[in-house]
């Protein structure tokens, strides 16, 4: 979706027995959060009654892309213009303690359809998730859940990090992220962000009622880029259950200004040469970790800070005056140990005076291997456990008609409440995916998550992967019976996604706005008369060069096949086009076409 695309919603307005109502509108942004990416959300200036919460939203084409949806507003932890209208809980009864339907307000933010795909995949397969080694879980705090620590950056590195800290942002300014540190939430507690821009309110840059999926702790954020942010005052104020718990503000507008910065911190080992070896968020066991970060118009003598957090509490405040020039990059922060760090969450503040320039967390945990750290090992696939010993068959072979797939795997020095994700994938695609905390002991073996086929699971190729810091340290597979999936398994619904990179023939290195032009099928490159009603669709490459067609490519069949064309151009490099690309219903989705082209 683009901006200013014309969207329909359809939906049920109340708890009636009206129509179904048909609402049409363009959407308006699209709004960031932690662990979903930039387009978490999409904004739209329909006007969707409440009611439609639960509702479809889609493109011009007919296909859904969104689901409106709201949770109950609150006020002081009572829900308002809501009300039960079946038995959510299965006691026999619809009452106060069932879930309510937002019934008053309207809603503004649609939740991509993209992110349940890997869920509609598994059950189309019959694949769910099985048993589980379940480790003990956290004990509930009695303190009250907050969000604290409140800044806004100009940007989200990849492991999910803030890359500055900023107090005033220039004028056009496009891209600006609120993040703030969160403890003691519960998954389903509703939140909420209101934004006013010089007091008055701004649905675009805010996020109605929704319900939390962050864990117990941690750090989030939300915000939104490629979308420019109007001049004026902003005042970010946010909402646990209807209860204003935080606010922060910042001002848009103005010339850029040359005052003092840090930006783009990263983590490593220290070298011989007192450097920083491995940069990363995951570092293994370690006496010694320094910082890499650059700066920006600073100012020799200028008084700046250093202050390290272990977990919540501050191990380390290393006052100085600069020394290093006006911009670089600096490796001046370090922390040590005799006796070596501690396995756990690890969080660097870097202040210039005292204001808070940059600051980003990390994770020790693992032992060292070329200085990288190796936390999870062993892994082995099977298809039945006992008392947490895999069963055979045991390998990465396995015959067709699996009931179930098992993973095992050690681990070491992984502290308690580190944040860590698994997935499995099918064929590449995500099928499963939970973001949560580690719970077990730092230290054990034969850790396990299984799936498990309905009547049993498909020949295919099974990917187990572990992320940590936003970074996959882990990646195994196994295959099943042929190893891929019958092929058009999905072509029914959907068409043929391509997608690829672009290429600098000589260097391999991704050409970033390289433009990919695709035309109708009935239209050769000969035809092509640069007239946007031959043109199916266009896609521009991304700064490593990957490029995804929006569109889906309509299949031919065997005998006849669809027969595409495409032009592929970028500034500084010579035009290429080819002819005659066959779809048809044997064609594989996505189908990755990666493009070199030669400098001019």
Same mark, same amino acid.
């Given at each position: 979706?683009?901006?200013?695309?014309?969207?329909?919603?359809?939906?049920?307005?109340?708890?009636?027995?009206?129509?179904?109502?048909?609402?049409?509108?363009?959407?308006?942004?699209?709004?960031?959060?932690?662990?979903?990416?930039?387009?978490?959300?999409?904004?739209?200036?329909?006007?969707?009654?409440?009611?439609?919460? !639960?509702?479809?939203?889609?493109?011009?084409?007919?296909?859904?892309?969104?689901?409106?949806?709201?949770?109950?507003?609150?006020?002081?932890?009572?829900?308002?213009?809501?009300?039960?209208?079946?038995?959510?809980?299965?006691?026999?009864?619809?009452?106060?303690?069932?879930?309510?339907?937002?019934?008053?307000?309207?809603?503004?933010?649609?939740? +991509?359809?993209?992110?349940?795909?890997?869920?509609?995949?598994?059950?189309?397969? !019959?694949?769910?998730?099985?048993?589980?080694?379940?480790?003990?879980?956290?004990?509930?705090?009695?303190?009250?859940?907050?969000?604290?620590?409140?800044?806004?950056?100009?940007?989200?590195?990849?492991?999910?990090?803030?890359?500055?800290?900023?107090?005033?942002?220039?004028? $056009?300014?496009?891209?600006?992220?609120?993040?703030?540190?969160?403890?003691?939430?519960?998954?389903?507690?509703?939140?909420?962000?209101?934004?006013?821009?010089?007091?008055?309110?701004?649905?675009?840059?805010?996020?109605?009622?929704?319900?939390?999926?962050?864990?117990?702790? $941690?750090?989030?954020?939300?915000?939104?880029?490629?979308?420019?942010?109007?001049?004026?005052?902003?005042?970010?104020?946010?909402?646990?259950?209807?209860?204003?718990?935080?606010?922060?503000?910042?001002?848009?507008? %103005?010339?850029?200004?040359?005052?003092?910065?840090?930006?783009?911190?990263?983590?490593?080992?220290?070298?011989?040469?007192?450097?920083?070896?491995?940069?990363?968020?995951?570092?293994?066991?370690?006496?010694?970790?320094?910082?890499?970060?650059?700066?920006?118009?600073?100012?020799?003598?200028?008084?700046?800070?250093?202050?390290?957090?272990?977990?919540?509490?501050?191990?380390?405040?290393?006052?100085?005056?600069?020394?290093?020039?006006?911009?670089?990059?600096?490796?001046?922060?370090?922390?040590?140990?005799?006796?070596?760090?501690?396995?756990?969450?690890?969080?660097?503040?870097?202040?210039?005076?005292?204001?808070?320039?940059?600051?980003?967390?990390?994770?020790?945990?693992?032992?060292?291997?070329?200085?990288?750290?190796?936390?999870?090992?062993?892994?082995?696939?099977?298809?039945?456990?006992?008392?947490?010993?895999?069963?055979?068959?045991?390998?990465?072979?396995?015959?067709? %008609?699996?009931?179930?797939?098992?993973?095992?795997?050690?681990?070491?020095?992984?502290?308690?409440?580190? +944040?860590?994700?698994?997935?499995?994938?099918?064929?590449?695609?995500?099928?499963?995916?939970?973001?949560?905390?580690?719970?077990?002991?730092?230290?054990?073996?034969?850790?396990?998550?299984?799936?498990?086929?309905?009547?049993?699971?498909?020949?295919?190729?099974?990917?187990?992967?572990?992320?940590?810091?936003?970074?996959?340290?882990?990646?195994?597979?196994?295959?099943?019976?042929?190893?891929?999936?019958?092929?058009?398994?999905?072509?029914?619904?959907?068409?043929?996604?391509?997608? %690829?990179?672009?290429?600098?023939?000589?260097?391999?290195?991704?050409?970033?706005?390289?433009?990919?032009?695709?035309?109708?099928?009935?239209?050769?490159?000969?035809?092509?008369?640069?007239?946007?009603?031959?043109?199916?669709?266009?896609?521009?490459?991304?700064?490593?060069?990957?490029?995804?067609?929006?569109?889906?490519?309509?299949?031919?069949?065997?005998?006849?096949?669809?027969?595409?064309?495409?032009?592929?151009?970028?500034?500084?490099?010579?035009?290429?086009?080819?002819?005659?690309?066959?779809?048809?219903?044997?064609?594989?989705?996505?189908?990755?076409?990666?493009?070199?082209?030669?400098?001019?």
């Amino acid at each position: 979706m683009r901006l200013d695309d014309t969207i329909t919603v359809f939906g049920y307005p109340d708890i009636g027995d009206t129509p179904i109502d048909v609402v049409r509108g363009t959407v308006s942004g699209f709004t960031a959060e932690a662990r979903a990416g930039d387009r978490a959300w999409l904004r739209t200036n329909a006007p969707i009654p409440g009611g439609m919460t !639960g509702g479809g939203a889609y493109n011009q084409a007919g296909r859904l892309i969104a689901i409106p949806t709201i949770s109950p507003a609150r006020v002081a932890g009572e829900a308002i213009d809501c009300r039960g209208v079946h038995d959510s809980n299965g006691d026999g009864q619809v009452d106060s303690r069932d879930i309510c339907i937002p019934i008053g307000g309207f809603i503004s933010a649609l939740r +991509p359809a993209n992110l349940a795909r890997g869920l509609v995949r598994a059950a189309r397969l !019959g694949i769910t998730l099985a048993e589980d080694f379940a480790p003990a879980e956290f004990a509930p705090s009695s303190d009250p859940p907050s969000f604290s620590r409140l800044f806004t950056s100009t940007g989200v590195n990849a492991a999910g990090m803030p890359i500055n800290v900023v107090g005033r942002v220039p004028a $056009g300014t496009n891209s600006l992220y609120l993040f703030f540190d969160y403890r003691n939430l519960e998954d389903g507690m509703i939140y909420e962000l209101r934004t006013s821009i010089n007091g008055l309110n701004n649905p675009n840059f805010s996020l109605p009622p929704v319900t939390w999926s962050g864990g117990p702790r $941690g750090l989030w954020y939300i915000g939104s880029s490629g979308i420019p942010w109007p001049n004026g005052v902003y005042e970010f104020t946010l909402f646990i259950e209807g209860r204003q718990v935080a606010s922060h503000q910042i001002t848009v507008g %103005g010339a850029p200004e040359p005052t003092p910065r840090f930006s783009d911190i990263s983590f490593g080992l220290e070298n011989l040469q007192g450097g920083v070896e491995g940069t990363n968020f995951i570092l293994p066991e370690t006496n010694i970790v320094r910082a890499r970060f650059n700066f920006r118009d600073m100012q020799n003598d200028l008084p700046w800070l250093q202050r390290w957090f272990y977990g919540d509490q501050i191990i380390a405040e290393i006052p100085g005056t600069w020394p290093e020039g006006t911009q670089g990059v600096s490796t001046a922060a370090a922390i040590s140990s005799e006796v070596g760090l501690l396995a756990g969450r690890y969080r660097l503040e870097l202040y210039i005076g005292e204001t808070l320039a940059a600051t980003s967390d990390f994770v020790v945990a693992g032992g060292a291997e070329a200085a990288q750290a190796q936390i999870f090992d062993s892994f082995v696939f099977a298809a039945g456990e006992i008392a947490r010993q895999p069963q055979p068959p045991i390998g990465q072979e396995f015959v067709g %008609g699996l009931q179930r797939l098992y993973v095992f795997f050690n681990w070491r020095q992984l502290s308690q409440a580190t +944040p860590w994700t698994w997935r499995w994938l099918v064929d590449g695609d995500v099928m499963f995916e939970v973001n949560t905390f580690w719970a077990s002991a730092p230290t054990g073996e034969r850790y396990f998550l299984a799936l498990e086929g309905r009547p049993n699971l498909p020949d295919a190729t099974y990917t187990f992967e572990i992320e940590l810091g936003g970074i996959v340290v882990e990646s195994v597979e196994a295959r099943v019976g042929l190893g891929q999936l019958p092929l058009g398994v999905f072509a029914s619904a959907e068409g043929v996604q391509l997608t %690829g990179r672009i290429l600098d023939a000589a260097t391999g290195d991704g050409i970033p706005g390289a433009i990919m032009i695709l035309l109708l099928p009935e239209f050769s490159v000969e035809d092509f008369t640069w007239d946007a009603q031959q043109i199916l669709d266009v896609a521009l490459a991304d700064e490593r060069g990957f490029y995804q067609l929006p569109s889906l490519l309509a299949r031919g069949t065997e005998d006849e096949p669809l027969l595409y064309s495409l032009l592929v151009r970028a500034e500084g490099y010579l035009p290429m086009q080819a002819d005659g690309i066959p779809v048809t219903p044997s064609t594989q989705s996505p189908l990755t076409l990666n493009v070199e082209l030669n400098q001019d």
